[in-house]
């Protein structure tokens, strides 16, 4: 198996690399490939056959297939490929500053739909069992007033990955569409919990759980009983669901 982490620094996409990792051949791609020391050194310690860090900058959509190649030529056919970059962005900024909401918006659904589209087709024609990991949210389930840029990116996405899983049916290639909840590591650094809050590892644990264990495309709420929460948040009338904190 080689396994192509897209945002090499991501909590999340670490914690999977470590767990996938023993025997493997695994490719980091980073904008800051200088940061991948230590868990580079860490994947070894656990056994990976081999570590490759590749420069990867998203917002850079044309460089997205030469990236996917590039781990190819350094790694082999890419069985698993884990799409973890991403910002939360600042909403408050992002309300009075449209580049910054443009920039959310890019990083976070055109450049996740660019590199999806283009592991989809790669993938597919290695002809071998493959899987694509991608990371919508609960914030796109119901955009909310506190978060709707982020949100709005996430939802966009989340119809995306359903429509490219049934895309991708009958192939050898399928997709996991991971929904976390609040995930306490960097991306929320400084934020309070929310109710049902996981850490990286446990997003991890259910993605890697599914990978090894389950056939197919699949949609994995983390934790898992956020669905009922999830139901309930539909139900919530406008003038409440407005005046939500976050
Ligand atoms: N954390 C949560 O609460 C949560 C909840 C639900 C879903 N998710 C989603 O899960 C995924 C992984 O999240 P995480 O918690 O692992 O986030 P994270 O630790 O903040 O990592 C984000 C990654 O994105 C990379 N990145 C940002 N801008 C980039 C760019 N222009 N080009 C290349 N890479 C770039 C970062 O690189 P640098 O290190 O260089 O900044 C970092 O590797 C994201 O899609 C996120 O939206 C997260």
Not at 103 to 126: C, F, G, H, K, N
Request: charged share 20%; aromatic share 6%; hydrophobic share 45%.
């Amino acid at each position: 198996m080689s396994i192509l982490i897209l945002g090499g620094t991501s909590d999340i996409g670490g914690e999977i690399a470590r767990r996938l990792a023993p025997g493997e051949q695994v490719v980091l791609a980073a904008r800051r490939v200088e940061a991948l020391g230590e868990l580079t050194a860490e994947l070894e310690t656990l056994g990976a056959a081999a570590v490759h860090p590749v420069q990867f900058e998203a917002t850079d959509l044309g460089s997205h297939r030469a990236v996917v190649r590039q781990a190819c030529d350094l790694a082999g056919p890419i069985t698993c490929a884990v799409v973890a970059f991403g910002i939360l962005g600042d909403q408050a900024r992002a309300e009075t500053d449209e580049a910054h909401a443009v920039e959310i918006a890019t990083l976070d659904y055109t450049a996740q739909v660019s590199m999806l589209t283009v592991l989809a087709d790669e993938l597919r024609t290695q002809d071998l069992r493959s899987t694509i990991v991608a990371f919508s949210s609960i914030a796109g389930w119901r955009a909310r007033r506190a978060n709707y840029v982020y949100g709005s990116t996430k939802a966009g996405l989340d119809a995306f990955c359903q429509g490219l899983s049934d895309a991708l049916h009958g192939s050898a290639v399928s997709l996991i569409t991971a929904r976390p909840g609040f995930v306490i590591g960097s991306m929320t650094t400084g934020m309070s919990p929310a109710p049902m809050s996981v850490y990286p590892g446990d997003v991890a644990d259910a993605v890697v759980d599914r990978i090894t264990t389950g056939r197919g495309s699949a949609t994995l709420w983390i934790p898992g009983r956020l669905r009922l929460l999830a139901w309930i948040m539909r139900t919530v009338p406008r003038p409440l669901w407005r005046r939500m904190p976050r």
